[in-house]
């Protein structure tokens, strides 16, 4: 059999980090993991052939090529994904479709011929052996959630790896939390379920031995979902780098209960961590309360962060406006805890009820749905749910929100702050005393890429930018002030270019949609039945 696996392509939104990505000549952030390790998980027999439209155009002749297209893709990528489908149909080519969309949209409207609901470990050989006998089912649905242990090193012989900025590698699925409006705890689980070090070790030697030095996310919906497994990896990531002098910065996403273990977050600098993403959500604790988001109640979520960046850790956050708890000062408490957290890439965005979590289904028997929603939260111009609060004030709220954070003397305000405390000055020394030799911490950041992203930065941001006061004024600080960490203060400068971009497109489409605006009807109970 000839599988060709295809990516649908993402619409330009604020994680698609379209406008940062051009500053470093790459075409996509990451590559489809997913997607990689069915390819992986497919009979060696088989031949296999990847195009992500992410990065490169899928031609006729692709197609022409394969026996069977198998798709991944998100919700958010439902569009293109459908778009795919239908030109595959057109030249009668069987189409599978697989990966967390499918958990999301009904079967029946994937118009696929054979839709996979869940892990690929546990029913692929089943699939691949229908389809090479052409007695594939319509739908395939994992009966279970298989153990890590199965999942093998991803086939990253089909990616074209320079095209992507950071290059990924999944250590768990799963989050032991169990938050309203989440769905990774629905697809993924709440048990916490992790590779094996030794797994882990091998796909960074595959991505060293391929010649990536670049960063590298772990992929997990919460990379201390289980504490203790968490740390046993990280003590043998510390003694990889040390082994292998591998320069890999990681970036992942974690629980906010981080902040509550020292050991974990000095293994972590140690390990190499650069950046993490950590779901915030709101300031306010009745927010956290109803959604029971609890582990980010009873603290000071500002010392919380605090805390991590002091471990020199920078932290991205996500945060979401609309819940019924919100009253009409909560545009302002927003602004004002974003800019106090020293957060830069605060991720914002409106409260979806994603189909399939407990959330919708609240939502649902209150008779407050209206769709299932495009799966895209924080570039959004409208709710797919009735919130308490008038929906025009929520809107408008979330538009000023981004602009006052997004603005460039706000934005470069948090970089500062951020890098204050990730990146404090050495104390000086009294009269006499001897300098400490301490571990170096900065690493040369001044590579091939990270030059042409200086000179394209300046070029946009400093000659034809909106904002070049703010701009140079920010740069001669980095080149002065920071210059001990003037690669993480300027490649934040660029992704700083790229919010600045989406939030005028962001405005300009809640515009558009407010002018267009029809009353809105919510769903029948029986038509989105099958998605609850
Ligand atoms: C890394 C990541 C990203 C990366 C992009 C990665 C990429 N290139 O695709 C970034 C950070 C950019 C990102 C962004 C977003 N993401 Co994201 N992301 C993830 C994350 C953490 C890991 C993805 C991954 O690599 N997984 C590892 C692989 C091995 O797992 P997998 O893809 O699920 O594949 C397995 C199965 O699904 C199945 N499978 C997959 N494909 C196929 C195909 C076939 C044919 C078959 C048989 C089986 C099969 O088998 C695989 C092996 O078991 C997931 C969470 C998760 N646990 O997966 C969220 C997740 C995919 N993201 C999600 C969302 C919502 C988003 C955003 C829309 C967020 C937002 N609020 O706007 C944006 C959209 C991106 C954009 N450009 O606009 C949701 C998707 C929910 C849904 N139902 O669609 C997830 C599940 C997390 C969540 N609930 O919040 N994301
Ligand atoms: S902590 Fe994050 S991944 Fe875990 S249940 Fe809450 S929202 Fe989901």
């Known amino acids: 059999m ?123 050989a089943d699939l691949a052996r229908d389809l ?74 595959q991505l060293r031995a391929a010649g990536w030095r670049e960063a590298v996310f772990i992929v997990d919906d919460n990379f201390i979902g289980n504490k203790a497994r968490a740390k046993e990896l990280l003590r043998a990531l510390v003694e990889w780098r040390t082994q292998v002098r591998a320069g890999f910065d990681f970036i992942t996403e974690a629980s906010l209960n981080l902040a509550d273990d020292p050991e974990l977050m000095q293994l972590m600098r140690d390990a190499g961590f650069k950046s993490v993403f950590l779901g915030i959500e ?10 029971n988001k609890l582990q980010n ?34 545009f302002d408490r927003m602004v004002e805890f974003i800019q106090k957290s020293g957060i830069p890439i605060a991720m914002v965005g409106l409260l979806q009820a994603m189909p399939g979590t407990q959330l919708f289904r609240r939502l649902h028997s209150e008779g407050r749905i209206v769709d299932a929603g495009g799966g895209n939260n924080t570039f959004c111009d409208r709710l797919n749910f009735l919130p308490s609060m008038d929906a025009t004030k929520l809107v408008d709220g979330y538009r000023e929100v981004m602009k006052r954070i997004y603005n460039c003397e706000a934005y470069y305000e948090r970089v500062k702050l951020y890098l204050n405390r990730a990146h404090p000055k050495p104390a000086r020394r009294a009269a006499g005393e001897r300098a400490q030799k301490q571990p170096r911490q900065t690493e040369p950041w001044m590579t091939r890429d990270n030059l042409r992203a200086l000179v394209n930065s300046i070029v946009r941001q400093g000659v034809f930018g909106r904002h070049q ?64």
Request: charged share 25%; hydrophobic share 40%.
């Open 132 to 205: 090479e006998r052409g007695t594939a089912r319509p739908v395939y649905q994992a009966a279970e959630r298989p153990e890590m242990a199965v999942s093998p090193l991803p086939d990253l012989s089909l990616i074209k790896m320079k095209r992507y900025s950071t290059m990924t590698v999944q250590y768990s699925r799963g989050c032991p939390f169990n938050c309203e409006f989440c769905d990774i705890i629905e697809i993924y689980g709440r048990r916490p379920r992790t590779k094996a070090v030794a797994q882990v070790l091998a796909e960074l030697e």
């Open 297 to 330: 109640t009873r603290r000071s979520l500002l010392e919380s962060v605090a805390r991590i960046q002091g471990y020199g850790i920078e932290v991205m956050g996500g945060f979401i406006l609309g819940f019924d708890t919100d009253k009409e000062d909560i």
């Open 469 to 532: 006061w703010s701009y140079w004024k920010f740069l001669a600080e980095a080149a002065t002030r920071y210059r001990r960490c003037f690669g993480a203060a300027m490649t934040l400068a660029v992704m700083g270019y790229h919010f600045q971009v989406m939030t005028q497109k962001l405005s300009k489409a809640i515009d558009a949609a407010t002018k267009s605006a029809q009353p809105r009807k919510t769903m029948l109970p029986e038509t989105s039945a099958h998605i609850l």
């Open 2 to 124: 000839n599988a060709l696996l295809i990516y649908p392509e993402f619409p330009e939104t604020f994680w698609s980090f379209k406008h940062a990505l051009k500053f470093l000549g790459k075409r996509a952030a990451q590559p489809p993991l997913g997607l990689m390790t069915v390819a992986a998980l497919l009979p060696r027999a088989w031949k296999k052939r990847l195009v992500d439209t992410n990065v490169e155009t899928l031609r006729d002749r692709d197609l022409a090529w394969a026996d069977v297209v198998m798709l991944s893709g998100m919700h958010i990528q439902s569009e293109s994904l459908l778009a795919i489908v239908e030109r595959c149909r057109a030249r009668g080519l069987r189409t599978v479709v697989g990966g967390p969309i499918s958990s999301s949209v009904p079967a029946a409207e994937l118009k696929a011929n054979h839709v996979v609901i869940g892990e690929a470990e546990s029913l692929i």
């Open 282 to 291: 709101t300031p306010d604790e009745q927010g956290l309360v109803s959604s």
